[in-house]
């Protein structure tokens, strides 16, 4: 029993690495808005990682041999997909449009068997409590909905009323637990000495204080500190 169980431990540590590089290299499709060839070989890699794990009788080497096996399938299939659209549209399923101008298309639903209730409860988690204003919804290939409103209906943009807001752009830590970036600093071609000078005009003295410093490409600076420096507060309940 105990060398049962040390052998499962074993395959634990050994293939669970294994099957994490694996999903690494098959990327962020295969974990995202999962389309139905790549949840087969999800559900493939499951079941056999499982056998390998509960069953010690389970040649480990075979197993590894299938997970890598696995995974340069799906990374093939990807690449033909992306190159090959017919192909693409073999393994997966098509988009389909089920409300138009605010009327269900009865035989769309029938042909992805879709109820009534299916598609109202995705309308309402669009935050759509009424189909008549939709001008366009279209269950997408990997079963959510796209909502498009109709023009009465939709939120209004900046640009339609007349507002020009300007974007504050990316945050980029340039100080992390008290220790100045480098790297960041440069790729922003800053100087610590310049990012010193900021910082006392700030009120602040002691970098080691700092716990996350950020600078966004308006130049604004966000501070957050440590239990060490002054300004930090404990919150009473």
């Known amino acids: 029993m105990v060398y049962e169980l040390a052998n499962i431990l074993g395959r634990i540590l050994t293939i669970f690495p294994l099957l994490l590089a694996i999903t690494l290299l098959m990327g962020k499709r295969s ?3 999962v389309p139905i060839f ?4 999800i559900v493939t890699l499951a079941s056999v990682t499982g056998a390998d794990l509960a069953d ?6 075979p197993t590894a041999f299938a997970i ?3 995974g340069l399938l799906q990374k093939l299939v ?3 997909a992306i190159k090959k659209r017919k192909f693409g549209k073999l393994i997966t399923f098509e988009p389909t449009v089920v409300v138009k101008d605010g009327k269900l298309l009865i035989d769309n639903l029938k042909k992805i068997q879709f109820t009534i209730d299916n598609i109202l409860q995705l309308l309402r988690q669009n935050n759509v409590f009424d189909i008549n204003d939709v001008q366009l919804a279209i269950i997408e290939a990997n079963g959510a909905i796209s909502v498009q409103k109709k023009a009465e209906k939709s939120t209004p943009s900046l640009e339609d009323l007349g507002v020009h807001k300007k974007s504050s752009g990316i945050s980029y830590p340039v100080i992390i637990e008290g220790v100045i970036q480098q790297e960041i600093l440069k790729e922003l071609k800053l100087t610590p000495e310049s990012l010193y000078q900021r910082l006392q005009s700030e009120g602040v003295s002691r970098i080691n204080s700092i716990f996350l410093c950020t600078l966004n490409d308006e130049g604004q600076l966000h501070l ?7 300004r ?3 919150i009473q309940h």
């Open 78 to 80: 990807a690449k033909i």
């Open 224 to 230: 957050a500190y440590t239990k060490k420096d002054d």
């Open 232 to 234: 930090y507060q404990r």
């Open 56 to 61: 010690p009788s389970v040649k480990h080497l």
């Open 68 to 70: 890598i096996t696995i």
């Open 31 to 33: 974990i995202g808005q």
């Open 38 to 41: 790549d949840f087969l070989i």
